[in-house]
């Protein structure tokens, strides 16, 4: 059976349940940013301050187009910080003032957010699921070229 945009159901259940594991590291990591934006501290402040600006509001863009996308394929996004707490594999960063320690944690962060993304990819690849494919697609591109830009500057 066929849901409304013509994904079969079951495919588009696993795929919203990979999505909303997303959703979940996205939303923690929306947070460590923005404790790493306002708490950074040091010789790097006035770059790194603005570079987690950055980083979280183009966080705050996925996280709803994450939401909307499981939506389209009828599941119900997580929307309570319990529910993003307990599903994240990215975990709560608390007390980081050092700028090298934050952009190390964001590089992490986005490691294991690159990791999901490309698992979502394939199953969406497998479902015939163009719509997510693209988002993912999107998604992975920009993350790779973050972190290559990341690592340069703890080079």
Not at 31 to 36: A, V
């Amino acid at each position: 059976m066929k849901n409304l945009i013509g994904i079969d159901q079951d495919k588009a259940k696993a795929l919203t349940s990979e999505l909303n594991q997303l959703l979940a590291d996205y939303q923690v990591f929306y947070q460590n940013l923005r404790g790493f934006h306002w708490n950074i501290k040091g010789r790097e402040f006035f770059e790194l301050h603005l570079k987690f600006e950055e980083f979280y509001n183009d966080a705050v863009i996925k996280i709803d187009e994450i939401a909307e996308r499981i939506l389209t394929l009828e599941g119900e996004p997580l929307h309570t910080f319990t529910a993003y707490v307990n599903h994240a594999d990215i975990k709560e960063e608390k007390g980081i003032t050092n700028g090298i320690e934050g952009v190390e944690i964001v590089v992490k962060n986005f490691a294991t957010i690159i990791l999901k993304e490309r698992e979502i990819l394939a199953l969406a690849a497998e479902a015939d699921d163009e719509g997510t494919v693209a988002l993912m697609s999107d998604y992975i591109s920009q993350t790779e070229k973050t972190l290559w830009m990341l690592n340069s500057y703890l080079q």
